[in-house]
């Protein structure tokens, strides 16, 4: 057996998993696409960056049951929930992008040891 075994093969981890790994793709296709169709190339390649990363951190540790990787990812759908909540011209689509992230880590959360 592998070291880098995959914590469960349950549907509901995989379905959460996967709307968590499209949810950060998807968010970071957009950052970057946005990089060169609007004017502030620094505002979104940070953004793009972050989802990038959130979606590496999906990939391997998350996929591993590392606890650390679930509550890291809840920076995602922060991370999407506090721009919308001052912009109301993306307000529906990235607060729609984070229900979806909240809904995966919550589908996900069985698979991950607690501490009782």
Request: glycine share 8%.
């Given at each position: ?24 793709a ?30 590496l ?60």
């Open positions: 057996m592998l070291a880098s075994s995959i914590v469960s093969d349950s549907t509901r981890f995989k379905a959460g998993w996967g709307a968590l790994i499209v949810s950060a998807l968010m970071a296709l957009v950052h970057f696409s946005l990089i060169f169709i609007l004017g502030e190339p620094v505002l979104f390649t940070g953004f793009a960056f972050f989802d990038t990363y959130a979606l951190v999906i990939l391997v540790p998350f996929r591993r049951g590392e606890k650390w990787a679930w509550m890291a990812v809840w920076l995602l759908p922060t991370g999407l929930a506090l721009p919308a909540a001052f912009d109301p011209d993306i307000m529906f689509f990235y607060f729609g992008v984070a229900a979806i992230c909240v809904a995966g880590l919550l589908m996900t959360l069985p698979a991950f040891p607690s501490k009782r």
